[in-house]
């Protein structure tokens, strides 16, 4: 006959295996909801665009070489509130500018980013945002390259894997150097 302790033993078995096929159930969902409710481009404008000359570590750390640094202030719209679902847990949200120098062809940098754990902050709204300055490393030249700015953003869910998206692409030109 069965012991209380077998009984007991078959019971736990079976919960955990319905535990594992409803998080396994949840995790599925993630991309199929994500999928049924997309989002809209952003909108991305660039409001303003200054190349000064620095040094990374300030003007007066002499240990850094002078370089060429952006300023961009940009205003933009996106709403990611369609990605916010049961299973979502928080969204890290970027601005990346990508441009090409002869000496290295792909360069991204990070120029704002934020981690949205709510769904009321999903719908961004900056205006006049500024970046964090980013310089070229390579011959500390900026002025006068393109770039284009997008808006990258992680799906971190609450069970199952990461999704990342990216959106929009606006053009930017770097100008000349501010004195
Ligand atoms: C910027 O976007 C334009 C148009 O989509 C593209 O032709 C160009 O190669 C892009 N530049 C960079 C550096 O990604």
Not at 33 to 58: E, F, N, T, Y
Not at 62 to 88: G, I
Not at 129 to 149: H, V
Request: proline share 6%; glycine share 6%.
């Amino acid at each position: 006959m069965f012991s209380l302790a077998q009984r007991g033993n078959t019971l736990f078995a079976f919960l955990v295996s319905v535990l594992f096929c409803v998080l396994g159930a949840v995790a599925l969902s993630g991309p199929v909801l994500l999928a049924s409710a997309p989002v809209g481009p952003p909108h991305i404008d660039v409001a303003k665009v200054l190349v000064k000359q620095g040094r990374r570590g300030g003007y007066y750390d002499y240990s850094q070489p002078v370089t060429e640094m952006a300023f961009v202030h940009f205003n933009m719209v996106a709403d990611l509130t369609p990605h916010w679902n049961w299973n979502t847990k928080m969204l890290f949200v970027y601005v990346v500018a990508e441009y090409s120098t002869p000496a290295h062809p792909t360069n991204q940098v990070v120029i704002w980013d934020d981690l949205i754990t709510a769904k009321e902050d999903a719908e961004i709204d900056l205006r006049n945002q500024l970046s964090e300055y980013m310089t070229s490393d390579m011959g500390n030249k900026l002025a006068g390259i393109q770039a284009n700015l997008s808006l990258h953003w992680n799906i971190m869910p609450h069970v199952g894997i990461l999704t990342k998206e990216r959106s929009g692409s606006v053009p930017l030109v770097f100008p000349k150097v501010t004195k």
